[in-house]
């Protein structure tokens, strides 16, 4: 069988990494092989990007926007050797980031061009979108890092600014006509609650 790509994106202490162990242990139990990924990636873009992120360079929202795209078209030749192997690929963050981090009301088109518009960047067959107040993520962010330095989205004004695109996005894209699969999560209820949720639109998108 051919692979499928489940994108997992949202909001910064959302919980999407722990719900991709839980979801990669589930599919692995299930007998699927799974590949787990993420934007930005280690590559020469990603590298860069991190270190902008970290505040060690400086960088405009246009620039970083395509670094992203340039990490994502480099991200996709991995991708497409994965698929064709036959694996599920869990991946943390896509394009849907670039969106709703780096896109104004100016530069959304030009943005949501570029990636939706490149033959080299694939469609997700499902991406789910977590959501979950600021407040709560901030607390899981500051509990994750133990003491670390943040990263520049990593505040209480652009995690609400950045919530309110996700929102926006969904919308212009459910609307688009596109061949998206979009399932937003509610991610403030209990680890097994939003699990179940997860679970429902990946054994869909799966047949099991
Ligand atoms: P994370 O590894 O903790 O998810 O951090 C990645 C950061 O990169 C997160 O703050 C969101 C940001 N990001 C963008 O700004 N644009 C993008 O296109 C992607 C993929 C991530």
Redesign the pocket.
């Known amino acids: 069988m051919t692979g499928k790509f489940i994108v997992f994106d949202g909001l910064?202490g959302t919980g999407k990494t722990t719900f991709i162990k839980m979801l990669s242990e589930y599919l692995e139990s299930k007998g699927f092989k799974v590949s787990v990924t993420?934007?930005?990636t280690k590559g020469p873009s990603g590298v860069l990007i991190r270190e902008i992120?970290g505040g060690a360079k400086k960088a405009s929202q246009e620039e970083?926007a395509a670094l992203?795209l340039a990490d994502r078209i480099a991200h996709n030749s991995e991708l497409d050797e994965l698929i064709n192997e036959g694996n599920i690929i869990l991946c943390?963050?896509?394009?849907y980031?670039?969106f709703a981090?780096?896109a104004d009301s100016d530069t959304m088109g030009w943005i949501m061009d570029m990636n939706l518009n490149c033959p080299k960047i694939r469609v997700p067959d499902l991406a789910l979108l977590f959501d979950s107040p600021p407040e709560l993520c901030l607390e899981r962010i500051n509990k994750g890092r133990m003491g670390q330095p943040l990263?520049i989205?990593e505040n209480l004004k652009s995690l609400n600014a950045i919530r309110e695109k996700f929102a926006l996005i969904e919308k212009i894209l459910n609307e688009s006509g596109r061949n998206e699969n979009i399932v937003r999560i509610d991610s403030a209820p209990k680890l097994e609650v939003v699990f179940e949720e997860i679970l429902k639109a990946v054994n869909s998108l799966l047949g099991i």
């Not at 943390?92 to 394009?95: F, P, T």
């Open positions: 910064d993420a934007e930005p992120l970083l992203f943390d963050r896509y394009y980031s670039s981090y780096q990263e989205f």
